[in-house]
């Protein structure tokens, strides 16, 4: 199974901003999953995009281009997902961005890990899959 | 495209054995994707180094992102993690991320 690396909305922000005080630390773990997927691990990293929506992530936006190519694949909100992100919103109270985040990482068969800069709230999102949870 | 007999022989064997792919140039492609993405990714990632030097991780950056993404044991010392970068490059100087976890390691184990 390939591990799946998640991005929230502060990670997402600090990857699309050089200037951001935490854009090395987002880098570095985007680095480290380029030399994986170099020896061959099938690494992946992924946003869903109602995250990206709150960071701001418009993929027409020029100002994103650096992080465009770095080849992080849009989770979208399908219905199901909708559904279940609506009942952890419900259940958790938190944010409709980590509530689908929530919905992605239950809905991944592979390894999760979620580079976040709020692990209570995407801890309680998570529910019960096991996740590996990196505050940036 | 042409592949020499060797790995294509293999491949057919890790496709009717192994179930490794639906076939053998699914397989191949499949690899071959996942090679130019990581080429791709990681040219992008030298000309953002090139126009903001300052963004550019260091080995012990790499070793504690990987400790990190692994929920490794060693994510929380990550003192441990940087002197062991330290360490390794004086006699690995190509060391990458995942040789400095596993001396890291070592280093804890034989202290133990």
Do not use: C
């Not at chain 1, 399908?78 to 990482?105: E, F, K």
């Not at chain 2, 990581?38 to 030298?46: E, G, N, R, T």
Request: net charge negative; hydrophobic share 45%; glycine share 4%.
């Amino acid at each position: 199974m390939s591990p799946v690396v998640l991005l929230d909305n502060e990670a997402a922000q600090a990857l699309g901003e050089p200037g951001h005080p935490k854009h090395r630390r987002v880098l570095s773990h985007v680095q480290a999953v380029a030399q994986r997927k170099r020896r061959g691990t099938g690494v992946t990293m992924a946003i869903p995009t109602a995250v990206r929506v709150e960071a701001g992530w418009d993929r027409t936006d020029p100002t994103w281009a650096f992080a465009n190519r770095l080849r992080i694949r849009d989770e979208a909100l399908d219905p199901t997902q909708a559904n279940q992100a609506s009942a952890i919103r419900r259940r958790t109270g938190v944010s409709v961005a980590d509530a689908h985040l929530g919905a992605v990482i239950q809905a991944t068969a592979e390894p999760v890990t979620v580079l976040t800069n709020d692990p209570d709230d995407i801890r309680a999102a998570a529910g019960d899959q096991p996740t590996t949870i990196v505050t940036i | 495209m042409r592949l020499p007999v060797a790995p294509r022989d293999a491949a057919a064997v890790a496709v009717r054995e192994l179930g490794a792919a639906p076939s053998t140039t699914a397989l191949a492609a499949e690899a071959l994707r996942a090679t130019l993405e990581a080429i791709v990714m990681q040219a992008v990632l030298d000309m953002h180094y090139a126009e903001h030097p300052d963004a550019r991780p260091d080995l012990a950056d790499l070793a504690v992102a990987a400790a990190e993404l692994d929920g490794h044991p060693l994510a929380s010392q990550p003192g441990l993690l940087r002197r062991a970068a330290a360490e390794i490059v004086r006699t690995r100087p190509d060391a990458d991320a995942d040789d400095v976890v596993l001396w890291a390691e070592a280093r804890a184990a034989a202290s133990a």
